[in-house]
């Protein structure tokens, strides 16, 4: 078997409608990561263990990181705005984080017993939403949304799910494609979502923005109508903060009056580590209680570990309000000094933006962005052109801020953009907005 992996080894993939002069210039100054690439194929599925993590021609692997900085194996030098897709809004090896986690690491971190460092964080998040009362842990926002599932079809006796389209909760069934029992109705679309939910629906699943759908916010009104569209059939409202927590002091649901029966966290409250948490109403979240007769098992080795939990506290206690209005102020200006230096060059773009969350999308209506999967030589190339210059983003465009980012790194990065939009506009074909 391992012979058959090892013939099954090729080097980089060429990608269709990616400039061939920019794929060799990416190659050329990634030796090393093309070999680590090509070794990590001999014992991981497609060299990796996550599906964002690979992209084409080969990925670049990185080595390590400081606050804003990432190192690959080559040596190349980034800034990062990916921060491990938001969780890491503090950057990278934040210090209070490492000082907290630390000194755990010798004295146990994951003990069959409860550990008043779990109740600390479930204490933070039960301060900052007013919607949660109680606070149960897992391992990440997949396996929080999933244990969500469970608690509302235990609560409502149904089976149905209504989510968006485009919407992502996890990596988990029911959510992944293909699924019976899910509804998909259309973001922001107010009337598709009050006729999907009916008496047969247990809940209704809402990210605040569409986060890995192109960071498309919702509206008010739309979220609002969810909210009250499941009350009336006695339907679950589960809103998904595991991205938007970081948007507002109370998470998007504070902003906007937003009263979820359940709300699934991740990413920002483990401070770096796994970590995934559903929040809500006593009386539904008391389902999974040794009190309850018939209660829900809701088992996990890892379940509020404590360097996750620890480090999560810190994490959250360091992003107060003013954090997060800077964070979000300094996303603001980010957002329109891309569009500037993208027009500048010659590249029409538009940038969504949640909070310190943003989008380059290759268009320029916003409606249009929504399509995030469109134009995806143009998000290829750019993805490239931004890492031969020295940023880490994320293939689909998506790029979150740090307090790690000096406001020297925020001037340096629009720099770079406007570098890699130079590059682009030399390919006209990329910028033919009749190709799909
Ligand atoms: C809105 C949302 N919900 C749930 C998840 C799943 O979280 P995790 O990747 O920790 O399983 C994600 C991850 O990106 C997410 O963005």
């Known amino acids: 078997m391992k012979s058959l992996a090892l013939k099954a080894t090729t080097a980089a993939r060429e990608l269709s409608g990616v400039p061939q002069e920019i794929q060799r210039e990416y190659?050329?100054?990634?030796?090393?990561?093309?070999?680590?690439?090509?070794?990590?194929?001999?014992?991981?599925?497609?060299?990796?263990?996550?599906?964002?993590?690979?992209?084409?021609?080969?990925?670049?692997?990185?080595?390590?990181?400081?606050?804003?900085?990432?190192?690959?194996?080559?040596?190349?030098?980034y800034l990062d705005v990916l921060n491990n897709y938001t969780s890491l809004v503090h950057g990278n090896g934040f210090g209070p984080i490492a000082q907290r986690v630390g000194p755990l690491l010798s004295a146990g971190v994951a003990f069959a017993?409860?550990?008043?460092?779990?109740?600390?964080?479930?204490?933070?998040?039960?301060?900052?939403l007013s919607s949660a009362e109680l606070v149960r842990f897992t391992n990440?926002?997949?396996?929080?949304?999933?244990?969500?599932?469970?608690?509302?079809?235990h609560a409502t006796g149904r089976r149905q799910i209504v989510i968006a389209e485009g919407g992502y909760h996890g990596s988990v069934p029911p959510f992944v494609t293909g699924e019976p029992d899910i509804v998909r109705v259309s973001y922001n679309d107010v009337q598709a979502l009050q006729s999907a939910v009916t008496e047969k629906t247990a809940a209704v699943f809402l990210e605040p923005f569409l986060g890995a759908g192109g960071v498309i916010p919702g509206t008010a009104d739309f979220l609002r109508a969810a909210q009250e569209a499941a009350s009336a059939k006695g339907t679950l409202f589960v809103l998904d903060e595991v991205q938007s927590l970081r948007t507002a002091p109370?998470?998007?649901?504070?902003?906007?009056?937003?009263?979820?029966?359940?709300?699934?966290?991740?990413?920002?409250?483990?401070?770096?580590?796994?970590?995934?948490?559903?929040?809500?109403?006593?009386?539904?979240?008391?389902?999974?209680?040794?009190?309850?007769?018939?209660?829900?098992?809701?088992?996990?080795?890892?379940?509020?570990?404590?360097?996750?939990?620890?480090?999560?506290?810190?994490?959250?206690?360091?992003?107060?309000?003013?954090?997060?209005?800077?964070?979000?102020?300094q996303a603001a200006d980010l957002a329109t000094s891309i569009t500037a230096v993208a027009r500048r060059s010659g590249v029409a773009v538009a940038v969504s933006r949640a909070g310190s969350i943003l989008n380059?999308?290759?268009?320029?209506?916003?409606?249009?962005?929504?399509?995030?999967?469109?134009?995806?030589?143009?998000r290829k190339t750019?993805?490239?052109?931004?890492?031969?210059?020295?940023?880490?983003?994320?293939?689909?465009?998506?790029?979150?801020?740090?307090?790690?980012?000096?406001?020297?790194?925020?001037?340096?990065?629009?720099?770079?953009?406007?570098r890699a939009f130079e590059r682009i506009a030399q390919y006209p074909v990329l910028l033919d907005r009749t190709q799909k």
Do not use: W
């Open 140 to 153: 990440s926002g997949s396996e929080a949304s999933a244990l969500a599932v469970r608690i509302a079809r």
């Open 250 to 329: 109370g998470g998007a649901q504070g902003e906007i009056g937003l009263t979820p029966d359940l709300t699934v966290l991740g990413k920002v409250i483990g401070g770096g580590f796994p970590i995934g948490a559903v929040c809500g109403r006593a009386a539904l979240m008391d389902s999974t209680s040794p009190f309850t007769p018939g209660r829900l098992e809701h088992a996990g080795t890892f379940n509020g570990h404590l360097a996750a939990v620890a480090a999560g506290s810190v994490s959250l206690d360091y992003l107060d309000g003013t954090a997060i209005e800077k964070l979000n102020t």
């Open 113 to 128: 017993s409860i550990h008043r460092e779990q109740v600390g964080l479930a204490e933070r998040i039960c301060s900052r």
């Open 27 to 77: 190659a050329a100054s990634r030796p090393v990561s093309l070999e680590v690439f090509n070794h990590a194929r001999q014992f991981l599925p497609g060299g990796e263990t996550r599906s964002v993590t690979y992209y084409g021609p080969f990925p670049s692997v990185i080595d390590s990181a400081a606050g804003s900085q990432i190192v690959d194996v080559d040596g190349n030098q």
């Open 360 to 378: 380059v999308h290759p268009l320029t209506a916003p409606a249009q962005a929504v399509e995030s999967g469109h134009f995806p030589a143009f």
């Open 382 to 418: 750019l993805h490239l052109c931004l890492l031969l210059e020295g940023v880490y983003s994320a293939t689909r465009g998506m790029i979150n801020l740090s307090t790690a980012l000096s406001p020297d790194d925020l001037d340096e990065i629009t720099k770079r953009y406007q």
